[in-house]
C-alpha cells in the first residue's frame, strides 16, 4: 500500500513562510515525478506543483511563491511557500500527478492573522 507523509504545516500570518515535506516510499519516488495538491475548506483539491527531474511547474495561484524541490536520497519531495496568503489555506498532499495513488493525511495549512 502506497503512504505517503507530509509534515510541515501550521498556522503562519499573511507574508509568512512555511516548508511541507512530503516522504514517499523509496521505490515509487524514483520512477515518478511528484506533485503537490492543496484543499480547501468546501473546494475540491487542486493541483499546486510538480517536479520531474530538473524540471518544475505550478499552478498560477502560486507562482512567484512557492518553490518545489526534491531530495532523491531522502525521498522526499519539499514545498517551500512564501508570501503565504489567507486564500492558501488548505490541507496539502502530496501524489504522483501521473497515476494517482492513494491519498496521505495531508498536512493543514492556516493562514490567517
Known amino acids: 500500500q502506497v503512504q505517503f507523509v507530509e509534515s510541515g504545516g501550521g498556522l503562519v500570518q499573511p507574508g509568512g513562510s512555511l516548508r511541507l515535506s512530503c516522504a514517499a516510499p523509496?521505490?515509487?519516488?524514483?520512477?515518478?515525478?511528484m506533485g503537490w495538491y492543496r484543499q480547501a475548506p468546501g473546494k475540491e483539491r487542486e493541483w499546486v506543483a510538480s517536479?520531474?527531474?530538473?524540471?518544475?511547474s505550478y499552478a498560477d495561484s502560486v507562482k512567484g511563491r512557492f518553490t518545489i524541490s526534491r531530495d532523491n536520497t531522502k525521498n522526499t519531495v519539499y514545498l517551500q511557500m512564501n508570501s503565504l496568503r489567507p486564500d492558501d489555506t488548505a490541507v496539502y498532499y502530496c501524489?504522483?500527478?501521473?497515476?494517482?495513488?492513494?491519498w496521505g493525511q495531508g498536512t493543514q495549512v492556516t493562514v490567517s492573522s
Open positions: 501524489n504522483v500527478p501521473a497515476a494517482i495513488k492513494p
Open positions: 523509496r521505490t515509487m519516488f524514483s520512477l515518478y515525478a
Open positions: 517536479i520531474n527531474g530538473g524540471s518544475t
